[in-house]
C-alpha cells in the first residue's frame, strides 16, 4: 500500500540550505515540470468514492468515503503526464486530464481493476473539464489554440483576429474511431490560452476562463518617449510634449530621473495602462494621466470569460469575438491571472478567483526617493503590493471584483507582525454549500481555507478575519470538494488529501498520496509560493508574477532610485577589441575611464524600465538573469524576487539569501 499518514520534514525555516538541483539530478532522473492543477479532486455522483490527480505520480487516485466522511485508498490508475484535472461523468467512469501528454484519459472503473479505456487527443496544456449539454454526456476541455493534435498546430499565429483559447467538445456517448477520438467541435474565443470551465445549474451554459488574462497593460518603446534635457534630469522635472515623425509624444519619462547618488537615469520605456484614472475615456494612460493613445498602435479587449451555448448542436461560444459585451456573452476586466470559477447554485451568479497585479506601477524597492516626486496617491514602489487577491462576481453585466485583502496598508512596510494573520494569498479551487449560503476558497499561497458569507462577499461588506479561516498542515491547497459537512483538499506542497470537519473547522485526516519527487523540491516549494514565509503582509510570493514558476506574460518596471550603480562583470562584456567607435569591452573601458586594470568600465543603473518577467524554469546555471544580466547568477535572480515580495526588507540579508537556495532547489530542475 502506497499511503500512509503525511511524514513530516522538520527543518529550520530559513537555516537549512538545500544542496544543488545538480546534485538532485544525479540522484534523480525525476524532472520537475509544475504544471498548476485547476480541479485535482471530484466525488462520485453518489458520493461513495473521491477521485484525485497525483500529478507529480501521473495518476489517478481512488479512496472510498466512510459513513463518517473518512477516506480509505481503494486504487490507483495511471494516465498521462502531469494530470491537473477530473470529472466524474458517472459513478463508473472519470476523465482525467493530462497537461503534458495533450490528452485526456477516460478510466473505467467497473471489473476487477479500474483502467484507462481511451485516450483522446486535445490542443496543447489541456486544463480544465467539464460535463454539461444534453443529459450531462459533453465533454468540455479548455486547451491552447496550438499543438500537435489540432488543426492548427503552428495557433495561426500570423493570422489576426484568432483568438488562442480553444474548448473541445466531445460527445462521451460517441467518441467515434480514430486513434485520438473524434472531437464534436472545437470552439475558439477571442483571449490567450485558457485555464478554468465552470457549469451552470442546468448544465446549459459552460464559462471558459481565460489563464493570463492581462490587464490592459503595455510597454512603450524609449524611443517614443520625448529626450529630457540635461536640465530637467538634472532637476527632475517632467520634459514636454515634442513632435515624434508620426504623432505628437505626450512627453518624457515621467520622474525621478536621477538615482541615490545622482546618477541620471538612461533612456527606457513606460508601462502605460488603459483607464489607468479610473476612468471611461478607453485612453493608455501613465502615472502622470498623459493620453498615449496616438503612440500605441494596437488594441488591447482584455475579454476575460466567455461564455458557451452547450445546448446547442454542435455547441457554440455566445460571442467568443473580441467585441463582445459585458453579459452577453463574455466579461472583461475580470482579473489578471484567473485561477478558478464557480456558478452559484441558486443566482447563477459566477465567481472567479483571481489576482490583479500591479504592474502599473513603478519601481520596487523601499520608494524613499520616488515617494516625494511621484504624483500624489501614486504608489512609490510595488514593495509589498505585487498582485492583489481577489474573488469578481460576475453578475449580468458587472464584473464586482471584492479584493480579499482589504484590511492591508500598502503603505505600512514591513506590515505590522498580525496583518498576515487575516491575508489570503492566491485564491484558487471554490465551492458552495448546499445552499449557497456560504463560500470556500482555497489559498494556495497560505496554507488555509478561507470561510465567506456569499451575501456580505457580494456587497463587499465582509471583514477579513482569521476567524475565518481553517489552517491546513499540508501547504499549497489548489482544490477541494464538499460533501455534507466535509470539505475534501488536496495540498500539493506535500501531496496530501486533507479531510476537514466544515462545521467545526478543524482537520480530521490527512492521507499522503506517492510522490516520487526529490526531498530538495518538496522542501522549496513553499519558498516560491507560501506568502506566510516571504511576504511581511501575507499577500504577495514570488509566484505572484512567476506562476507556477513561469511567468505572467506581464512587463514590469523594477528599478529602483534608491540603490546604486554596480559594475557590469558579465564575462560576455570582455571581448579584447575595440569597436569603430571608440568603445570596447568593458575592461577596456575602464582603462579609458581610468579604473584600475582589469576593472569593469560598464555599469548597471538601478533604474532599468520596462522589462517582461522571466521564467524561473530551468534556471540553475544559466549565469546572469533578467534580460540585460544585472541579476549575476540564479541566486542573486531569486534573491531579488523575495525582495519583491517584501519580507526581505524586515529579514536580515543573509536568510533572506539562504531562502533563495531553497527556491532554486524547487525551480531549478523544472523543464
Known sequence: ?????????????????????????????????????????????????????????????????????????????????????????????????????????????????????????????????????????????????????????????????????????????????????????????????????????????????????????????????????????????????????????????????????????????????????????????????????DLVRSNLPDRDVFEIDAGASPPVAIDGSSTCSDGAGCWAGVGTILFNMVVHPSSGKIYVSNTDAQNHVRFEGPGTLAGPIKPLNEPSTVQGNLAQSRITVLDGANANARHLNKHIDYNDRPAMPDVKQHSLATPMGMAFDPTGSTLYVTAFGSNKVAIFDTTQLENDTFTPSSADHIVLSGGGPSGLVLKNDRLYVLTRFDNSISVVDRIAQSELQTVALHNPEPPSVVDGRPFLYDAMLTSSNGEASCSSCHIFGDMDDLGWDLGNPDDNQKPNNNPMNDQPFIDFAGFGSCVIQGVFIGLNPGQSGCFFHPMKGPMTTQSFRGLDGQGAQHWRGDREGDAEFSFNAFKAASRCRATPTSRCRSATHRTRSATSTIR
Not at 62 to 74: C, K, L, R, S
Not at 178 to 188: D, R
Request: hydrophobic share 35%; net charge negative.
Open 1 to 293: 500500500m502506497r499511503f500512509g499518514h503525511v511524514t513530516a520534514i522538520v527543518a529550520a525555516l530559513f537555516g537549512l540550505i538545500l544542496g544543488s538541483a545538480t546534485s538532485a539530478l544525479a540522484q534523480s532522473p525525476y524532472l520537475t515540470f509544475e504544471s498548476g492543477q485547476v480541479r485535482p479532486l471530484a466525488l462520485s455522483p453518489d458520493g461513495n468514492q473521491l477521485f484525485a490527480v497525483n500529478t507529480p505520480d501521473n495518476t489517478l487516485e481512488i479512496f472510498d468515503v466512510g459513513g463518517g466522511g473518512g477516506i480509505t485508498y481503494a486504487g490507483s490508475v495511471p494516465v498521462g503526464m502531469e494530470p491537473v484535472a477530473l470529472a466524474a461523468r458517472s459513478n463508473d467512469e472519470v476523465w482525467v486530464v493530462n497537461f503534458l501528454s495533450d490528452s485526456v484519459s477516460v478510466v473505467d472503473l467497473t471489473g476487477a481493476e479500474p483502467r484507462v479505456v481511451r485516450t483522446l487527443h486535445v490542443g496543447d496544456e489541456p486544463s480544465d473539464i467539464v460535463f454539461a449539454g444534453p443529459g450531462g454526456n459533453r465533454a468540455f476541455i479548455t486547451a491552447a489554440h496550438r499543438g500537435q493534435n489540432t488543426p492548427y498546430p503552428d495557433g495561426d499565429y500570423d493570422t489576426p483576429g484568432i483568438g488562442r483559447a480553444d474548448i473541445w467538445v466531445f460527445d462521451a456517448t460517441s467518441l467515434g474511431s480514430s486513434l485520438g477520438g473524434n472531437q464534436k467541435t472545437i470552439i475558439t474565443v477571442f483571449g490567450d490560452k485558457p485555464r478554468a470551465l465552470a457549469v451552470n445549474g442546468d448544465g446549459s451554459r459552460v464559462y471558459a476562463a481565460v489563464f493570463h488574462s492581462g490587464n490592459q497593460t503595455t510597454a512603450l518603446n524609449a524611443g517614443l518617449m520625448c529626450p529630457t534635457s540635461q536640465s530637467n534630469l538634472d532637476n527632475d522635472n517632467v520634459q514636454p510634449a515634442c513632435t515624434m515623425p508620426d504623432a505628437i509624444s505626450p512627453g518624457g519619462t515621467p520622474p525621478p530621473h536621477n538615482n541615490q547618488q545622482s546618477n541620471n537615469r538612461p533612456d527606457t520605456g513606460l508601462i502605460v495602462k488603459v483607464n489607468r484614472d479610473g476612468g471611461s475615456s478607453n485612453q493608455f494612460q501613465d502615472e502622470l494621466g498623459r493620453n498615449w493613445n
